[in-house]
């Protein structure tokens, strides 16, 4: 009977089993729900999927696409996760018919648009992440809807929210991070989530917040489950600090660091007994600034407090007292980028369980304290940019748990290794004062070293053998030392190194390259800026996991060919500029890598456009500038070309007419969009170009008119330049859209007519340069140009009067040149206000009037100090190590007499240029007061009276023209004083009297004198036979005759001259006469001279006598 129940149960039980796994097949086998399906086709085609992420988004059965959960027994779609999958597009609101999602992550991602209203419908959501998209506009209220809402992160979008309303109906809500959620206008912010229950975390980082609205106050409630409360980047100020604390009694972890607390912690702080469960506490980055760690008691047992980039003051010893005496627990101490006073290292012994220390920028002088021994578990010790010198103490090297170490910019000069360090990994050392080659034996003993920085120290030397032997070694920095060579690498060490900068050493010879090829793990290397010469090993393709190879500004030669770089299948980044390389590739030749960057300026590519890029479709930056190239562009290198954020391809003879239309850049909205296509022979009109943040296009033969410009939408090219082509035509008015220019050079085209009125909207813009054009008209007003620092309209047919409005409003304008026009009226007096000004040049119009006295209030012009070495603007960084050139000004001046072009040293130039105008008057006093002015050129003009006498207190100057004006009387003495005066012109005005000596006056030519009859003396040929009087009248007793005169030869030189000889003579002969032991050793040095050269001579005699017996 029992083995029969049994049997049966047994029975049951099987066909039970089987009935659930039929039914639990079943159910798998159950396709997704059909409008499910389609929801999420439709939310596909709102998506840009360019790494086809979504390719399994196809077939019936949607449950079994990537990224979607589907429920076991509904099949409807429950979760959807696609975080990290580099979709681009909008966000279709065709997700709200997911009516069963609980589960939607899209963070990671570049989504744009705005987020659906009908989101806010899906209440089965129990996660929300749309986080690190860029998504914009305002935050749907009706998010305020999901009752069962646990997690909500928007961070950094493009969001805003001027009512949180909405959040205090999120009940059930844990996690919320609103970061970078712009946040200014909503003043409600406290309340609203102080309303909320359950909130264990939040996050508001960024979010411009910074005031509360006192109704709102008695609202706010503290909560019992707030742990985590984030408010970093904001806009908090002290007086609303204890606001924000009351939302919650039980914070572990509160971070407002860059906020704008002040001076003390509040009172409101410190009485805070919300405080006594506080773990983190971060307040980096604020002005907080007295003794505040008086209150730190209040705070019970910290594990992490950060201070670091206040402005606390007094010395770092009398904070870490007062910490010890209540942070027995304490584990992340950083104080570092305070204003500390200079003092010695403080003593940390106190603090037995600290892991992390940082006391960078802290003042801190002297060596390193013993009590380091004490801290048994410290992991990370940062020191670095304080004062410390000397060697390493015995005491570091004792704490066995570190395992980073960083001592840059200090004065260290030695190490010696006391111990192994058996778990120190990383060890930054850079910018000290180590030397010679010792520092390098004592690391090698540090044998778990994974990272050594040893850059910007003076070691010297070769690198030895015994750094290859730290075999967990992955990342090696030496640049900017004297290194000269590598021992011999043993192929079998240093497996693990993936990273090595020797840039900027004096490692020469083609050995050191060959050695270090041998690394075969390599990832990353450096070698620029070296004496590396020889080929380019072909070995070098051993190098298979090579994604980075920095070659610049050596001495190499040769050609580089396939069997170079068909082995390196992960390169990424090349820079070869600055050799003598030759690129020799067959034309079907398809490299095995994609390059995200290349420089190879100063090689030779061409002559025709290197094929072998056309399938570098991954290129980002893109250098072969001076590259030898006489061919056009071909058609492929433009779909290239909508990738190339910094394109260079200038200083090449490329032809050819550029396509009428560009490919749009692609990109994030940080990208910044540089091509250089100038020094070509480029033809042809102007297309519109894709958004570029600087543009150059000189020196080509670009032709037509640019009206296409006004064709493009608003602009936020910044840089533009298209000297030196044949464009013509007028200027379209529509400079309006390019509200971010700073700089414009249209010099040396064929444009004409008026000057649009439109650049006046150029609020931006800091150089304009319209030079040798065909513009006419008056200049337009530019007075809300406030920022300009460089003008050159000059070399136009421009009229009317000068412009008086730049004085009054330019006050930063550098250079000022108006030559070469057709302006009248007088000079106006408020160019006087440009105290920055200088360079003047309004040379070649028809100016009248007199100069103005008020020109010595140029203060630039009064004080060499104020100088401004070069005119430039923008930057664009480096690319590749190559740091890129900012944009720099250049203008053609008339020079000592010839025109020359200044483009690097044309902020070293003074200049006042007021040649060939029509002024009257006598040359202002005031002139002389400019003691920092190099060139002063006045000539042609219609000035009279005399030169004034105080000229020789312009010590800089180095060019003086005063010819052809009607000046009269004599040459001032004081011109005499000019010592860096090495140009002048005086000719064909009424001087008379004798020409000053002096050491530049007669070394000039004659004809700098020509047309003043009245002048003689050197270098004129006529001898002055009368002396004339300042006011022209000949006076008779002063007559004389020239050839017997010698300002230098006085009684004075004689009187000189005899008591040199007396203390010379006596000096030698009275000692030899008196002192009888040097008369004996002078005579009888005389004595032993004669007999060695009788002895020499006569040896001579006999060899030459013995010489030519033998040839008898």
Not at 648 to 676: C, E, Q, Y
Request: charge should be negative; glycine fraction near 6%; aromatic fraction near 8%.
């Amino acid at each position: 009977m029992i083995t029969m129940l049994s049997s049966n149960l047994s029975l049951f039980s099987l066909v039970t089993f089987l009935c659930i796994c039929l039914c639990v097949g079943n159910f798998h086998a159950k396709k997704c729900a059909e409008t499910d399906r389609l929801a999420l086709l439709k939310l596909k085609d709102g998506f840009i999927d360019e790494l086809n992420s979504l390719n399994s988004w196809n077939g019936e059965d949607c449950c079994q696409w990537k990224g979607i959960s589907c429920d076991n027994l509904t099949a409807y779609v429950t979760d959807l996760n696609l975080s990290d999958s580099l979709l681009k597009g909008k966000l279709d609101s065709s997700i709200c018919e997911l009516k069963h999602l609980t589960f939607f992550h899209l963070s990671d991602n570049e989504v744009e648009g705005v987020i659906p209203n009908c989101i806010g419908s899906l209440v089965q959501l129990i996660e929300l992440n749309l986080g690190y998209n860029k998504l914009v506009g305002g935050i749907p209220p009706t998010l305020g809807n999901l009752s069962n809402l646990e997690t909500l992160y928007l961070p950094y979008n493009f969001l805003l929210a001027n009512d949180l309303e909405w959040v205090s109906r999120l009940s059930t809500l844990k996690y919320l991070d609103l970061s970078h959620v712009h946040l200014s206008q909503s003043a409600d912010w406290l309340s609203s989530m102080s309303k909320i229950p359950s909130l264990s975390e939040l996050r508001l980082d960024g979010c411009g917040i910074g005031q509360v609205i006192p109704k709102s106050i008695r609202h706010i409630n503290s909560s019992t489950s707030l742990k985590t409360l984030s408010l970093s980047n904001n806009l908090l100020n002290s007086s609303t600090l204890s606001l924000v604390l009351n939302v919650s009694k039980v914070l572990t972890y509160l971070d407002l660091s860059s906020n704008s607390l002040q001076h003390n912690i509040p009172d409101g702080f410190v009485n805070m007994v919300s405080l006594s469960h506080l773990r983190y506490l971060y307040l980096s980055g604020n002005e907080l600034e007295g003794n505040i760690l008086k209150y730190v008691p209040t705070f019970f047992q910290l594990t992490e407090l950060r201070l670091d980039g206040n402005k606390l003051s007094g010395k770092p010893v009398d904070y870490v007292r007062q910490l010890c005496s209540a942070q027995d627990g304490l584990e992340v101490l950083v104080l570092g980028n305070n204003p500390f006073s200079s003092a010695l290292f403080p003593d940390f012994s106190c603090f037995s369980f600290l892991k992390t220390l940082s006391l960078q920028s802290s003042n801190i002088t002297g060596s390193l304290s013993q009590s380091f021994s004490k801290l048994a578990l410290l992991e990370e010790l940062d020191l670095s940019d304080n004062h410390l010198n000397g060697t390493l103490p015995s005491a570091v090297w004792q704490l066995s748990s570190l395992r980073t170490l960083v001592l840059s910019s200090n004065e260290l000069n030695g190490i010696d290794v006391k111990s192994h360090l058996s778990n120190l990994s990383h060890l930054y050392l850079r910018d000290n004062q180590l030397s010679g080659s010792q520092p390098l034996f004592e690391i090698s003993k540090l044998a778990s070293l994974e990272e050594l920085d040893l850059s910007d120290n003076q070691l010297n030397g070769t690198l030895p053998s015994t750094i290859w032997q730290l075999s967990s070694l992955r990342r090696l920095a030496l640049s900017s030392n004297k290194l000269i060579g590598v021992d011999v690498i043993h192929e079998s060490l240093l497996s693990n190194l993936s990273y090595l900068d020797i840039t900027d050493n004096q490692l020469s010879g083609s050995q050191t390259l060959f050695e270090i090829i041998k690394l075969a793990s390599l990832e990353e290397l450096y070698l620029s800026n070296n004496q590396l010469n020889g080929t380019l090993p072909c070995n070098i393709g051993g190098l298979s996991n090579l994604t980075t190879l920095y070659l610049s500004s050596n001495k190499l030669n040769g050609v580089v060919n396939e069997s170079h770089l068909s082995n390196l299948s992960q390169l990424e980044y090349l820079n070869v500029a600055g050799n003598a390389l030759t690129f020799n590739f067959n034309s079907n030749w398809v490299p095995p890598f994609q390059l995200h960057g290349l420089v190879a300026s100063s090689c030779i590519l061409g002559p025709k456009f290197p094929t072998w890029l056309r399938n570098q479709i991954e290129l980002g930056d893109l250098d072969i500038s001076n590259s030898g190239i006489s061919d056009s562009f071909p058609n492929w290198f433009w779909n290239l070309s909508s990738r190339l954020s910094y394109l260079n391809v200038s200083h090449n003879k490329i032809s050819g007419a550029l396509p009428l239309s560009l490919p749009s850049t692609k990109g994030n909205s940080m990208d910044r969009f540089r091509w250089d296509l100038s020094f070509n022979n480029l033809s042809g009109p102007l297309a519109p170009f894709p958004e570029l943040d600087t543009l150059l296009l000189s020196n080509n033969m670009f032709s037509g008119f640019i009206t296409s410009f006004c064709a493009t939408p608003p602009t936020m090219v910044t840089i533009l330049d298209l000297s030196s082509n044949l464009l013509a035509g007028t200027l379209p008015d529509c400079w309006g859209k390019f509200q971010s220019l700073i700089v414009l050079n249209l010099a040396k085209n064929n444009l004409s007519g008026r000057i649009p009125k439109s650049f006046a909207t150029l609020r931006q813009i800091e150089s304009i340069n319209l030079n040798s054009n065909n513009f006419s008209g008056e200049i337009p007003s530019m007075s809300s140009c406030s920022s300009l620092q460089f003008i050159d309209f000059g070399n136009n047919n421009l009229q009317g009067t000068l412009p008086a409005w730049a004085g009054h409003n330019l006050r930063q304008l550098m250079v000022l040149r108006l030559e070469a026009n057709k302006f009248n009226g007088s000079i106006p007096t408020s160019l006087c206000n440009l105290l920055y000004l200088q360079v003047l040049d309004l040379s070649n119009n028809n100016i009248t009037g007199e100069i103005p006295q008020c020109l010595s209030r140029i203060i630039v012009l009064s004080n060499v100090m104020f100088l401004t070495p070069t005119f430039s603007h923008g930057g664009f960084g480096a690319i590749l190590g190559e740091e890129i050139s900012r944009f720099l000004d250049k203008a053609m001046l008339e020079w000592k007499g010839q025109d020359q072009e200044y483009e690097k040293n044309l902020g070293l130039m003074t200049i006042i240029d007021l040649s060939c105008n029509q002024l009257t008057g006598e040359i202002p006093k005031s002139i002389t007061t400019l003691a920092a002015l190099a060139g002063l050129n006045l000539s042609r003009n219609n000035l009279t009276g005399f030169i004034p006498d105080k000229i020789g207190h312009m010590k800089m100057l180095e060019s003086l023209d005063l010819s052809r004006n009607h000046l009269y009387g004599r040459m001032p003495t004081s011109l005499s004083n000019l010592t860096f005066l090495s140009y002048m012109d005086l000719s064909f005005n009424n001087l008379s009297g004798k020409i000053p000596k002096s050491t530049q006056l007669q070394t000039f030519d004659a004809s700098a004198y020509k047309g003043n009859s009245g002048l003689c003396g050197p270098p004129l040929p006529n001898r002055c036979l009368d002396a004339v009087s300042p006011n022209g009248s000949i006076d008779e007793n002063s007559v004389e005759e020239d050839g017997d005169e010698d300002e230098l030869i006085t009684i004075g030189f004689y009187i000189t001259l005899g008591f040199g000889f007396c203390v010379g003579f006596w000096s030698v002969c009275g000692t030899l006469i008196i002192k009888s032991s040097w008369r004996r050793a002078y005579f009888q040095f005389f004595n032993n001279l004669n007999d060695w050269i009788c002895v020499t001579l006569a040896v001579f005699v006999a060899r030459m006598k013995r010489k030519f017996q033998v040839q008898d």
